[in-house]
């Protein structure tokens, strides 16, 4: 069994920060990429940022020089530091893993259960 539990949403007003906390725990081998993606309310679900075992870093457009990922791999967990928020951020975000199981063959993407974030004044 394999869980991802967010953390650190809230209500926010436009141009303050928030930290989200993603760990994963379980009968866990390895964990690759990790990534944050949101939902906004009508619309489909997009990536926000991702990160590799190794740091390599991808983020949307619409979050680069605004939003920073990073992972803490003794911690089986990952970050995402959003500054200089917008009304537009408004969503709800879901952390995701590619986690190999001890003795499973292969990679399977784990999701979490998703954290409100709000921006708004």
């Known amino acids: 069994q394999v869980q991802l539990v967010e953390s650190g949403g809230g209500l926010v007003q436009p141009g303050g920060s928030l930290r989200l906390s993603c760990a994963a725990s379980g009968s866990i081998f390895s964990i690759n990429d990790m990534g944050w993606y949101r939902q906004a309310p009508g619309k489909q679900r997009e990536l926000v940022a991702r990160i590799t075992d190794g740091g390599r870093t991808n983020y949307a457009d619409s979050v680069k020089g605004r939003f920073t990922i990073s992972r803490d791999n003794a911690k089986n967990t990952v970050y995402l530091q959003m500054n200089s928020l917008k009304p537009e951020d408004t969503a709800v975000y879901y952390c995701?893993?590619?986690?190999?199981?001890?003795?499973?063959?292969?990679?399977?993407?784990?999701w979490g259960q998703g954290t409100q974030v709000t921006v708004s004044s």
């Open positions: 995701n893993a590619d986690i190999k199981r001890f003795r499973a063959s292969f990679t399977y993407t784990y």
